[in-house]
């Protein structure tokens, strides 16, 4: 079954095993530390990748995983823009996606046999998201090995793990995530199915690593606008959301006419509105003096 499985990926072989020098696409970045000052971040900026991949047996001890075929490794730290015949990620994402939905599933059947499928969903969710899974390439050190030829992506890895001490855990939609981190987390785990002879055992031994500490029912916070509608519908308060979004990046929220919360994202319109939601909530909270929402209400 592997075999024919492998197969699918065989074309990297072929971008492995190129002696050339790719020239000019990718950058790195060298560590993660708290407080990076403005210095580092711009040698960051401007550190460019031309080597296949770096140490790849440094990846191999941060997962727990030795692989038999190191090409899929290669391809799964892969970017499309890292060069335009080159072997991408995306397959293996693919496979890693599916896979991982299916890991959590199981999982938390056994772990939850009491809880429904309405709360098991959130709670899948919350651990398998764009958000949880760049939390973990970023607590692994995974950005580090990411090869692309877009150094925009550097600025906004950058600013992720800026904003990252504010929320330990989870912003719940507070903050944007960048995808290509969550993407090589997927295609990681993807790559160690194919090479493990599509082992489930062996791909969540590594999934474990990744993602700890995964998220329990009692960590699992609301989605701020849900939590914000909820508390306004307990106590008869009129929720109004203007969008602003297309114009100005920006949402308002309005509670019984009066502009309680403004969220501002030009990147992503959800965010924007997340944000507005929170605000709002707290201001409703606080101002108003309503008891705050709980996860277990």
């Given at each position: ?192 199915f194919i090479d ?91 101002t108003i003096g ?8």
């Amino acid at each position: 079954m592997a075999s024919w499985l492998e197969s699918l990926f065989s074309p990297v072989k072929y971008f492995v095993a190129s002696s050339r020098r790719l020239q000019k696409y990718g950058y790195i970045l060298s560590n993660y530390v708290k407080g990076i000052n403005a210095n580092e971040k711009e040698t960051l900026r401007d550190e460019v990748r031309t080597e296949i991949l770096r140490n790849p047996e440094e990846i191999e001890k941060i997962i727990g995983y030795s692989f038999n075929n190191r090409c899929l490794l290669h391809q799964a730290f892969t970017h499309t823009s890292y060069h335009k015949d080159c072997v991408s990620y995306e397959r293996l994402e693919y496979v890693g996606d599916s896979i991982l939905n299916l890991l959590i599933t199981k999982e938390q059947f056994s772990m939850y046999p009491n809880l429904p499928p309405g709360l098991l969903t959130p709670l899948r969710a919350a651990n398998v998201d764009t958000e949880k899974l760049a939390r973990a390439a970023v607590q692994h050190n995974f950005h580090k090995y990411i090869r692309h030829g877009q150094p925009v992506l550097w600025k906004r890895i950058l600013a992720f793990i800026d904003v990252l001490p504010k929320h330990p855990l989870h912003s719940h939609g507070l903050i944007d995530a960048p995808k290509v981190l969550a993407d090589v987390v997927e295609s990681t785990l993807g790559a160690v199915f194919i090479d493990s002879n599509c082992s489930i055992d062996t791909t969540w031994k590594v999934a474990n690593v990744l993602l700890k500490p995964i998220i329990t029912p009692d960590m699992l916070q609301a989605n701020p606008v849900k939590k914000l509608y909820e508390i306004c519908q307990k106590n008869k308060l009129h929720v109004r959301l203007v969008d602003l979004w297309r114009r100005e990046g920006t949402y308002e929220v309005f509670i019984n006419n009066q502009l309680r919360g403004t969220g501002k994202c030009h990147e992503k319109k959800e965010i924007a509105l997340n944000r507005a939601a929170n605000n709002a909530y707290n201001e409703v909270v606080t101002t108003i003096g309503l008891k705050e929402i709980t996860a277990s209400e």
